[in-house]
């Protein structure tokens, strides 16, 4: 009889386990009850931001994405459009690789608490980065900015995403209600922040230089790129280039701006409408394009599209 017990009891462990575990290494957790729903939206949005950072990355240091290194997290979502191996030297790459696999582990921190989506189709193609650059400018380069031809590019073309990210974490957290929901979203925006302050860091022992073939300094490429989501972003000033008025420097004593903050140094916020305007590119968080070509997923993103949230 003991033996018996014994055996049924292990036989009941091992299937909990199994039924645990998903293809790769991906784990299914049913989300958590005491997560209220508001809380749920607010940890599935960030998604469409995680995807478009994995995919990037990954795409640029490997030469393939999610569909090769994590399937069972792009969960049958479309292939991301235009991705391809960029001409990194091996310091950049190495960086890009490092940021490419922490964005697989923030997918799966994500859908390990709320259930979350399956991956969006993103465009990441050279053409929709060179729209983006030129829309910051204000007239077309030639010829087009790619992204993809040398590590400089891509380190500009990277500057343009983790940041947005980092500024809609910074704005859900006072939102969040339970302890869990905070705890994932601090863990999260430290890393991205992290990325942030590298690709910057980088850009910033550069910024007198010119882009070739560009007659315009990393600096003014910093600059113009800011200036431009905080325009669509329609919301004030939440977006610093490289090289600021001195007025708007650390303190109001110096215009290095190697890390962007408040007048406080403080990090700025943005909320989901703002990070829609600003990833969609069409400065409404109705109408997609931009990053997202049929818009983003979860609760608050279809919202705008079919219904306030």
């Known amino acids: 009889m003991l ?14 386990l199994v039924s645990t575990k998903s293809k790769g290494d991906e784990v299914s957790v049913i989300p958590n009850p005491s997560l209220s729903p508001s809380d749920i939206d607010l940890l599935e949005f960030p998604l469409n931001l995680e995807y478009l950072e994995a995919e990037f990355f990954l795409w640029g240091s490997l030469g393939y994405g999610l569909d090769m290194v994590a399937p069972n997290l792009a969960a049958g979502g479309p292939p991301p459009i235009g991705g391809k191996k960029a001409n990194l030297d091996p310091v950049t790459r190495d960086i890009i690789l490092q940021f490419a696999y922490q964005e697989v582990g923030h997918l799966r ?7 979350g989506f399956p991956r969006p189709l993103l465009d990441i193609s050279a053409d929709n980065f060179a729209k983006i650059i030129n829309n910051a400018m204000k007239y077309p380069l030639y010829p087009p900015f790619d992204p993809y031809a ?4 891509f380190l500009i073309a990277s500057y343009i995403i983790p940041y947005v990210g980092l ?5 859900a957290n006072p939102k969040l209600q339970s302890a869990q929901a905070k705890r994932l979203v601090a863990g999260l925006l430290g890393v991205e922040s992290a990325q942030d302050a590298v690709i910057r860091a980088l850009l910033h022992e550069r910024a007198s230089l010119k882009v070739q073939p560009y007659d ?3 600096a003014d490429f910093t600059n113009r790129i800011s200036d431009l989501r905080n325009d669509i972003g329609k919301q ?4 610093e280039g490289l090289i600021v008025p001195l007025e708007l420097g650390a303190e109001g004593k110096i215009s290095g701006n190697v890390i962007a903050g408040d007048r406080d140094s403080v990090a700025y916020d943005r909320s989901p409408e703002e990070i829609l305007r600003i990833v969609y590119g069409t400065g409404s968080e109705s109408i997609p ?3 997202l070509p049929w818009g983003g997923d979860g609760q608050i993103a279809r919202s705008y599209t079919f219904g306030k949230y």
Do not use: E, P, Q
Not at 150 to 153: A, F, K, P
Not at 236 to 239: A, V, Y
């Open 289 to 291: 394009g931009g990053f």
């Open 150 to 153: 040398n590590g400089l590019n």
């Open 167 to 171: 500024t809609g974490y910074v704005g």
């Open 109 to 115: 921190a994500i859908k390990r608490t709320v259930k």
């Open 3 to 16: 033996t018996y017990l014994t055996s049924a009891i292990f036989t009941s462990l091992l299937l909990l």
């Open 216 to 218: 315009i300094t990393v």
């Open 236 to 239: 004030g000033l939440k977006d």
